[in-house]
């Protein structure tokens, strides 16, 4: 990639792509889910923290059975029966098994006492660790977003929405499970085995070897496991995008819906994508429905071992009754992280196919971006220029734009006409760098725009689509977006868009809700406010793209005075106009004619209508007069 200026500039030739869609046949747990762990690392305090805590509960989880052992022992000895049999036989009135040894409450105390610290210990470290995972799911979903706001327009022209979303909501919120759960999963896993086996290997190594042995068998299921279900997951997730995205459109354009009588398509689109996911879950359910059963027949190998083999052990005296109740109980704790074992590998293989999707679009690198030593733009715009400026979009293999070449300065107003697809609005994109051309330059007070940093540039300039878009929110906020400012500077810009009279007359004035994508309101309506947007920073280039297309002639012509006229303040911004209705640029110090991305004629409006070409003739339809069309 290259955003270096010249005649030859490497543009946008490619559309960005992320490899979240791609097939791996060889599925394999963690490829891409470790990437999560350096975002842990940055919060390494509480995690120890929850390492440790949870070392401490795993601990005092298996004393409360090296305790029982030590009892049974005790109450087998000889000692404590031929006690409680003396007590019973010289009691004056019923017999009674008498006080409680100081022995005997002692292992009541600590069990008890064991219990409170495993308590205190686990809430600790559940606090700690979702503590962790909440900010490094933060931390996450803002690499994402901010990768995907970097991204060029042309990468978002070739992807839905709702699929974006899936990926910054749900699956960011499964990484977080992975961290809060997961791993404190494979934590309470690997301590509880280490530690009873390091307990059990001490009591009796050949228990410990007959318990251990058929845990082995394990392995080869977790790698049949973890190969076949990870890409069902993956499919999942792909299936989840594409619902979500279907009911963003829908529910965006459920009027469309509604006048067309669509529910029934929309609803066969929904079910095709609802089936996918469906049919993968089954899928996924069946693999892992023959896995986990599988560990619970491992487990069984072993503790049938185990019990069959105690007696044999005890009988050579290697061990006593009360070491081997202690070998039995822990055994039995060690049945839950078994189990715990096949749905964690569950939940890693959702976690990978989670993790795929949200790196890939952490990894995104936009084509447009600011040249090594680009310097920001700090005086204001007083030219704009083209200079045999050609462009073609990734997408297509012929150019949208031919050698253009034209010019304005301050206070000039340059008019752009042309039919749909002649190249009108790329022009515009160009000087917002929202793309690059393929050759030729784009310059800004004389200098290449790629000298300049992008958001320095477009901080001068004002922009009004031809598809004014509102956020969800009051008038107030989307007249103010990203920026600080006062009522009177607001009500200044609605003035100067010529919206404040009809914001005046609502009920809630500036503070009244315009609803998502301001449905709300008129068409006229949003395109005003869009203008206000545009306008509330007093930009040294404003650029509007059909902004006046809903609006009706006397709203227009109202605003052009605005814009233009002695009430502007003498502001001398430079403004390009790009119109379908000739009357909005009428008025231009220069107009632009354009077919097929060439420029075919410009001049004043005198002039153009003079030369009886294109203009003329446009002219001449849209005021009725065809009869001077025909030449």
Same mark, same amino acid.
């Given at each position: 990639?290259?955003?270096s200026g010249g005649?030859e500039v490497?543009?946008?030739?490619s559309?960005s792509?992320?490899n979240?869609?791609?097939t791996?046949?060889?599925?394999i747990?963690g490829?891409?889910?470790?990437?999560i762990?350096p975002? *842990?690392?940055?919060?390494?305090?509480s995690?120890v923290?929850?390492i440790?805590a949870?070392a401490?509960?795993?601990?005092f989880?298996?004393?409360?059975f090296?305790?029982i052992?030590m009892a049974?022992?005790?109450?087998?000895?000889?000692?404590?029966?031929?006690?409680r049999v003396?007590?019973?036989?010289?009691?004056?009135?019923?017999?009674?098994?008498g006080?409680?040894?100081?022995e005997?409450?002692?292992f009541g105390?600590?069990?008890l006492?064991c219990?409170?610290?495993?308590?205190?210990f686990q809430g600790?470290s559940?606090q700690?660790?979702?503590a962790t995972a909440y900010r490094a799911q933060?931390?996450?979903?803002?690499?994402a977003?901010?990768?995907l706001?970097?991204?060029?327009?042309?990468?978002?022209e070739?992807?839905q929405?709702g699929?974006?979303?899936?990926?910054l909501?749900a699956?960011v919120?499964?990484?977080?499970?992975?961290?809060s759960?997961?791993? #404190?999963?494979?934590?309470?896993?690997?301590i509880t085995?280490s530690?009873a086996?390091a +307990?059990?290997?001490w009591m009796?190594?050949k228990l410990?070897?007959i318990l251990f042995?058929p845990?082995?068998?394990?392995?080869?299921m977790? *790698?049949?496991?973890?190969?076949r279900?990870q890409?069902k997951y993956r499919k999942?997730?792909?299936?989840t &995008?594409?619902?979500?995205a279907?009911l963003?459109?829908?529910?965006?354009g459920i009027?469309?819906?509604?006048?067309y009588n669509?529910k029934?398509?929309?609803?066969s689109r929904?079910? +095709?994508?609802?089936g996918?996911y469906r049919?993968m879950?089954?899928?996924?359910a069946?693999?892992?429905?023959?896995?986990i059963? &599988?560990?619970y027949?491992v487990a &069984?190998?072993?503790?049938g071992?185990?019990?069959? =083999?105690?007696?044999?052990?005890?009988?050579?005296?290697?061990i #006593?009754?009360?070491?081997f109740?202690t070998f039995l109980?822990i055994s039995?704790?060690?049945?839950?992280?078994?189990? +715990?074992?096949g749905?964690?590998?569950?939940q890693?293989?959702?976690?990978?196919? =989670?993790?795929?999707?949200?790196f890939?679009?952490?990894?995104l690198e936009?084509?447009?971006?600011?040249k090594?030593?680009? *310097?920001?733009l700090?005086?204001?715009?007083t030219?704009i220029?083209f200079?045999?400026v050609?462009?073609?979009y990734p997408?297509?293999?012929?150019?949208?734009l031919?050698d253009?070449n034209?010019?304005?300065?301050?206070g /000039?107003?340059?008019?752009v006409m042309?039919?749909?697809?002649?190249?009108?609005?790329t022009?515009?994109?160009?000087? /917002?760098?929202f793309y690059?051309?393929q050759?030729g330059r784009?310059?800004?007070?004389?200098t290449d725009i790629?000298?300049f940093?992008?958001?320095?540039?477009?901080a001068?300039?004002?922009f009004v689509?031809q598809?004014?878009f509102?956020?969800?929110?009051s008038?107030?906020d989307?007249?103010?977006?990203?920026?600080?400012?006062?009522d009177e500077?607001i009500?200044?810009a609605? %003035?100067?868009?010529?919206a404040l009279e009809?914001v005046?007359q609502l009920?809630e004035?500036i503070? #009244?809700?315009?609803?998502?994508r301001g449905?709300?309101l008129?068409?006229?309506?949003r =395109?005003?406010?869009?203008?206000?947007r545009a306008?509330?920073n007093?930009?040294?280039?404003?650029i509007?793209d059909?902004?006046?297309a809903?609006l009706?002639?006397?709203?227009?012509k109202?605003?052009q005075?605005?814009?233009f &006229?002695?009430?502007?303040g003498g502001?001398?911004?430079?403004?390009?106009a *790009?119109a379908?209705?000739?009357?909005t640029?009428?008025?231009a110090d /220069?107009?632009?004619?354009m077919?097929?991305?060439?420029?075919v %004629?410009r001049?004043?409006h005198?002039?153009?209508i003079?030369?009886?070409?294109?203009y003329?003739?446009q002219?001449?339809?849209q005021t009725?007069?065809?009869g001077?069309a025909?030449?």
């Open positions: 990639m290259n955003s005649a490497t543009g946008v030739t559309i792509k992320d979240s869609d791609q791996d046949d060889r599925q747990v490829r891409k889910i470790w990437r762990f975002y *842990v690392k940055k919060y390494w305090k995690a923290g929850g440790a949870n401490g509960a795993r601990a989880d298996l004393i409360p090296i305790a052992g049974a022992d005790y109450y087998q000895s000889g000692t404590f029966t031929s006690e003396e007590r019973m036989m010289t009691s004056d009135i019923i017999p009674t098994l006080p409680i040894d100081s005997e409450l002692g105390l600590l069990i006492s219990f409170t610290f495993l308590a205190i600790l559940n700690l660790w979702q933060h931390d996450i979903r803002m690499d977003t901010q990768s706001m970097s991204m060029e327009a042309s990468y978002f070739t992807r929405t699929n974006l979303m899936s990926v909501s699956d919120a499964q990484l977080e499970d992975i961290i759960d997961a791993s #404190t999963s494979i934590i309470r896993i690997a085995f530690t086996f +307990i059990m290997f009796s190594s410990a070897v042995t845990l082995i068998i394990i392995v080869p977790v *790698v049949w496991f973890s190969t279900v890409r999942q997730r792909e299936s &995008g594409g619902i979500v279907i963003e459109n829908v529910l965006s009027t469309v819906v509604q006048a669509a029934e398509f929309e609803r929904i079910d +095709i994508q609802s996918n049919d879950a089954i899928q996924a069946f693999i892992r429905n023959r896995f059963p &599988g560990i027949v &069984g190998i072993s503790f071992l185990l019990v069959s =083999a105690g007696g044999w052990i005890m009988a050579s005296e290697e #006593t009754v009360g070491q109740v109980l039995t704790r060690m049945t839950m992280p078994m189990f +715990i074992l749905m964690l590998l569950n890693l293989q959702k976690g990978e196919a =989670a993790s795929k999707r949200v890939a679009i952490i990894d936009p084509s447009i971006f600011d090594e030593g680009a *310097v920001p700090e005086s204001p715009i030219s220029r200079e045999n050609s462009f073609a997408s297509s293999d012929s150019n949208v031919n253009i034209f010019s304005a300065s301050s /000039e107003f340059l008019g042309g039919h749909t697809g002649a190249g009108k609005s022009i515009l994109k160009l000087v /917002e760098r690059e051309p050759s784009v310059l800004i007070n004389g790629n000298e940093q992008i958001e320095s540039v477009r001068r300039i004002g689509s598809d004014p509102l956020f969800f929110g008038i107030r989307n007249v103010a977006y990203a920026r600080d400012c006062s500077e009500d200044h609605l %003035e100067a868009a010529g009809f005046t009920s004035g503070d #009244t809700m315009v609803g998502d449905v709300m008129s068409g006229g309506q =395109a005003r406010i869009s203008l206000a306008l509330l007093d930009p040294d280039l404003l509007l059909e902004a006046s809903a009706d002639a006397e709203t227009e109202r605003i005075e605005s814009l &006229g002695s009430s502007n502001k001398k911004r430079i403004t390009i *790009v379908h209705r000739l009357a640029i009428r008025n /220069e107009i632009v004619a077919v097929d991305g060439a420029i %004629e001049g004043t005198e002039e153009l003079a030369s009886k070409n294109v003329a003739s002219w001449s339809i009725g007069e065809l001077s025909e030449g």
